[in-house]
């Protein structure tokens, strides 16, 4: 591995991402030539940029600055992403958009004389609200008669975690991180309910799917899905239709979460909430350098995340609830390409896993912010998770350089909920310690009292960017 090579992109004999001086590159190796070229050439590279499909590139034309290399037959530039997620951070109707983008990919590609060589959900970034595909080197030159050898990966990675995700709960999604390969299909029948073979397509894609799979493994034989299987063109649209229409039929689970309508039942008065709002807008506006990247910790439906986007920042709106995760990507405005939901629960974070731990980020690695805010969390961790106040500002000091944090006192009626149903064995929760723990981290920059309320909220700057 060159010293600069992304640690998640090693797989693929066609080329590698790297880092050169915090810009991302992609260089194509000798042996890509004739599908790179066919990719380019055919047409179906400008076509997907102009329908917003996948990321686009520059050709760098002096190699000078990058190390000498054989194999190279070239370095893109692709457009940046923002910030990098991965399918396990996703809501259902994310995970359910990134698979209806790969499908509509494999359709255009097939119009090219092309095919998707994959049909991995690591393909997929967001760019705010937006599904974009990123893998340059995924389309491989078309044969007549050819099987999609990425249709299993296509089931494992998406329909599988969709359709176990509407029989049971949003939470089963997480399980990707678990299987990153995906969701095997002799999981997934065990999974699923009997009721779900007669969901669109499941049977098919599914059920006989893996009985193919059961029947000839270890038998020297090709099972039903092999790439050396003919399929016409037509049958291959066929395929692509079906799946389209299996992912379609499959929604979220109805059931209700307390998250998911927070602000229906929070007890901020009116008045309360618009000044919360004005003052971490004031906060925000008092930080030297503006903001580029903000995260909000237990950002609900992001009503206080669309402050920052507002400013310009590109908010990261992170929220354990992925029924209010969802409602935030389903909620559309002017705001969308700053603003990117995804599911994250700070008492276990997303870590570092995969090839030797490192070939997906842990969010501590995806860090710093250039603020945090943590509003209405931090009551939830010390005393919901038991996590203690020096703790809590240590996990900030390493995720944030600035941080905008709610302090709620035990006299606050969800404090009393939550000590409602269990002793209180937290006597260092309050004002005072919390100060303390935040103080050894940060320099306090601004502390407000807000109105018709007990809360507080702290401006806080870490020390080590003073």
Known sequence: MLPNQLASSYRDPAGFVFDLDGTIYRQINKVAREEFD??????LYDALVAKGLIVSHTEVKDLKKFKPDSNRLAVIKPEPIPFISY?????????????????????????????????????????????????TLSFAKYEEGQAWEGYRQFIEHFLIPLAVAHFSTEQALTML????????????????????????????????????QRKHQGSGTKAADAPTRKVSTFALNGLMSSLEASVTALKPPKAATEWGEYYEFTNYGDKAFK??????????????????VVWDIGANNGEFSEIAAKRGAYVVAWDIDAKAVAAN??????????????????????PAIGWELNERMSLVE????????????????????????PKIASLMNRIGKSIIIEFIPKSDSKVKHLLASRKDIFPDYDIEHFEMAMGAHFKLASKKQISHSERWLYLYT????V
């Open 177 to 212: 991180q678990t299987y990153m390969e995906g969701i095997p299909l002799s999981l997934a029948v065990g999974l699923l309910p009997k009721k779900a073979k007669f969901k669109k397509g499941l049977l098919a894609h599914v059920y006989l799917h893996e009985r193919s």
């Open 462 to 465: 870490n020390k080590k960017s």
């Open 366 to 389: 995806r860090g710093p912010a250039d603020a945090v805010l943590a509003l209405a969390v931090i009551h939830h961790l010390a005393i919901g998770r038991n996590m203690p106040l």
């Open 38 to 43: 066919l990719f380019i050439s055919s047409g």
């Open 275 to 292: 000044d919360k709002a004005k003052l971490v807008d004031s906060f925000l506006g008092q930080l030297n350098k503006k903001p580029q």
């Open 329 to 350: 990507y389903q909620k559309h405005d002017k705001l969308d390409g700053l603003m990117l939901p995804l599911v994250q629960d700070v008492a276990v974070p997303s």
């Open 87 to 135: 399918p396990y951070e996703w809501s259902f109707p994310q995970l359910r958009d990134a698979a209806l983008l790969t499908l509509k990919i494999q359709k255009l590609a097939l119009e090219h004389g092309m095919i998707l060589k994959d049909a991995s959900a690591y393909n997929v970034q967001f760019i705010g609200k937006k599904p974009v595909f990123i893998d």
